[in-house]
């Protein structure tokens, strides 16, 4: 949750909004040394080297932490977030006066840092009706904003929220009901970009419905690329259908048509406006702010971009060229990509996901799951987002092959959500140790194939 000293945004709570706050690498590294005295004090070690700079950042970038809807990735030099409630727990909080504009905080919030700094202090001047990856009605007032004593919390609304990691990628989904806009989202962080789906949105609302991409500090122009490449300097707005643009070392790409704004601002507020323990004096600063507009009634809005950090302008133009992200299924029930070797999938229902070359995937209950091939073995992740337990079955269909199929066990209560791995062997030859042979078996009218698999 730390990147460049800095807490992830969603998770100071209420704090967020204090001028003095206290970022993570001073206080977590005081955290870690006061645990090294309870029974978990030999697993710190490697947080604490982190911390002082000692190791690289992780070998496994990429988690789930499924008891609580987050989703972390740290790549070379940037980190990304996805942060969802279930209804049992707090999307954010107000109290004491504090953090009285920070409503949808939480809902789906995404957040993209590289020198850490991208968010500081920012709180004053923030449009806090476009949070990063949220979708949302642009409200002018915010329930809590006149809670100036005592406390309140906003909580999820739906429990079909988490995601399966392998350590390298992940697929987290999200069963979305907020401010009056229902769908299923889902995001899926591969090794270069977070790509994020939306589908079956439906609203019918007074204000204009919008999601947003990013929100920080502006830093320097904002380039829009194809069908025509423009240079927006400061404090301009554009309205386009871009398919790429980029700003301050970040790249966004629209794969699809979309109502795109976009642009830098300046913007003015106070501390007192989010914080009553602090004064009304004005702070100012311009804002780079992207988002995708949805108008104000649908029964079936759906959207599509992706997140390319650490790219400069020209290098995002030449990914744009050469991504080789293919969006498999983008409906309420199915949201499903393919880059490379790595095949991610959200399936809000039973359903199947058909990709371009043949390969069909079924499942028989709602789940997150990867597929990643190498040399001689594929490897399946899955979890339920709903933190049922029970076994998942996986039927396979490659090109013009029989029907293969797989079960992989997900774990109960108290780990239910969590993730499991399957390692499905491509040759009989290259049996890992515990693997199995079932027998071949009818399917309707064809045969299953043998396959080795254990679980990992």
């Given at each position: 949750?730390?990147?460049?000293?800095?807490?992830?945004?969603?998770?100071?709570?209420?704090?967020?909004?204090?001028?003095?706050?206290?970022?993570?690498?001073?206080?977590?590294?005081?955290?870690?040394?006061?645990?090294?005295?309870?029974?978990?004090?030999?697993?710190?070690?490697?947080?604490?080297?982190?911390?002082?700079?000692?190791?690289?950042?992780?070998?496994?970038?990429?988690?789930?932490?499924?008891?609580?809807?987050?989703?972390?990735?740290?790549?070379?030099?940037?980190?990304?977030?996805?942060?969802?409630?279930?209804?049992?727990?707090?999307?954010?909080e107000v109290g004491n006066g504090e953090n009285l504009k920070g409503w949808?905080?939480?809902?789906?919030?995404?957040?993209?840092?590289?020198?850490?700094?991208?968010?500081?202090?920012?709180?004053?001047?923030?449009?806090?009706?476009?949070?990063?990856?949220?979708?949302?009605?642009?409200?002018?007032?915010?329930?809590?904003?006149?809670?100036?004593?005592?406390?309140?919390?906003?909580?999820?609304?739906?429990?079909?929220?988490?995601?399966?990691?392998?350590?390298?990628?992940?697929?987290?989904?999200?069963?979305?009901?907020?401010?009056?806009?229902?769908?299923?989202?889902?995001?899926?962080q591969i090794p270069d970009a977070l790509v994020a789906l939306g589908a079956?949105?439906?609203?019918?609302?007074?204000?204009?419905?919008?999601?947003?991409?990013?929100?920080?500090?502006?830093?320097?122009?904002?380039?829009?690329?194809?069908?025509?490449?423009?240079?927006?300097?400061?404090?301009?707005?554009?309205?386009?259908?871009?398919?790429?643009?980029?700003?301050?070392?970040?790249?966004?790409?629209?794969?699809?048509?979309?109502?795109?704004?976009?642009?830098?601002?300046?913007?003015?507020?106070?501390?007192?406006?989010?914080?009553?323990?602090?004064?009304?004096?004005?702070?100012?600063?311009?804002?780079?702010?992207?988002?995708?507009?949805?108008?104000?009634?649908?029964?079936?809005?759906?959207?599509?971009?992706?997140?390319?950090?650490?790219?400069?302008?020209?290098?995002?133009?030449?990914?744009?060229?050469?991504?080789?992200?293919?969006?498999?299924?983008?409906?309420?029930?199915?949201?499903?990509?393919?880059?490379?070797?790595?095949?991610?999938?959200?399936?809000?229902?039973?359903?199947?996901?058909?990709?371009?070359?043949?390969?069909?995937?079924?499942?028989?209950?709602?789940?997150?799951?990867?597929?990643?091939?190498?040399?001689?073995?594929?490897?399946?992740?899955?979890?339920?987002?709903?933190?049922?337990?029970?076994?998942?079955?996986?039927?396979?269909?490659?090109?013009?092959?029989?029907?293969?199929?797989?079960?992989?066990?997900?774990?109960?209560?108290?780990?239910?959500?969590?993730?499991?791995?399957?390692?499905?062997?491509?040759?009989?030859?290259?049996?890992?140790?515990?693997?199995?042979?079932?027998?071949?078996?009818?399917?309707?009218?064809?045969?299953?194939?043998?396959?080795?698999?254990?679980?990992?």
């Open positions: 949750m730390i990147h460049q000293g800095r807490w992830d945004p969603t998770m100071v709570g209420r704090n967020l909004v204090r001028p003095g706050i206290l970022w993570g690498r001073t206080s977590l590294t005081k955290n870690a040394s006061d645990l090294q005295k309870g029974p978990q004090g030999a697993s710190l070690d490697s947080l604490k080297n982190w911390l002082a700079d000692k190791t690289p950042w992780f070998r496994d970038p990429d988690k789930v932490f499924w008891s609580s809807g987050y989703l972390s990735h740290h790549g070379p030099g940037w980190s990304t977030s996805v942060r969802a409630p279930r209804s049992d727990e707090t999307a954010s949808f905080l939480g809902f789906g919030s995404t957040w993209i840092r590289l020198r850490g700094d991208e968010h500081d202090l920012i709180w004053p001047v923030l449009d806090w009706a476009s949070i990063p990856g949220v979708t949302n009605d642009r409200v002018d007032t915010f329930p809590g904003q006149d809670m100036k004593n005592g406390f309140g919390y906003a909580y999820g609304t739906t429990d079909f929220v988490g995601g399966a990691s392998d350590g390298q990628v992940s697929a987290f989904a999200y069963d979305y009901k907020v401010s009056a806009v229902t769908g299923k989202k889902a995001w899926f079956g949105l439906s609203f019918d609302v007074p204000r204009p419905v919008s999601t947003s991409i990013d929100q920080r500090w502006a830093r320097g122009a904002v380039t829009l690329g194809n069908p025509s490449l423009a240079i927006l300097h400061t404090d301009s707005v554009a309205t386009a259908t871009a398919r790429w643009f980029h700003h301050d070392s970040v790249g966004y790409w629209i794969p699809a048509a979309e109502s795109l704004v976009v642009g830098t601002k300046i913007r003015t507020g106070t501390w007192k406006s989010v914080d009553t323990l602090y004064t009304d004096t004005l702070s100012s600063g311009r804002v780079f702010f992207a988002r995708l507009e949805h108008g104000r009634k649908s029964s079936s809005e759906g959207y599509a971009y992706a997140v390319v950090p650490g790219v400069s302008a020209d290098s995002m133009e030449r990914w744009v060229s050469a991504s080789s992200i293919e969006i498999v299924s983008n409906t309420p029930r199915v949201q499903a990509i393919v880059q490379g070797t790595y095949r991610a999938m959200v399936f809000h229902a039973p359903d199947t996901a058909a990709f371009a070359d043949g390969m069909r995937i079924t499942v028989d209950r709602p789940c997150a799951l990867l597929r990643r091939d190498s040399s001689g073995a594929t490897r399946w992740t899955a979890s339920f987002p709903d933190r049922s337990a029970g076994s998942l079955t996986i039927s396979v269909k490659e090109g013009s092959g029989g029907w293969k199929r797989m079960d992989i066990r997900l774990p109960d209560h108290p780990r239910a959500g969590e993730s499991r791995s399957l390692l499905e062997s491509t040759g009989v030859r290259d049996l890992p140790r515990g693997g199995f042979l079932p027998r071949p078996r009818w399917i309707g009218k064809e045969l299953e194939l043998p396959f080795a698999c254990t679980e990992a």
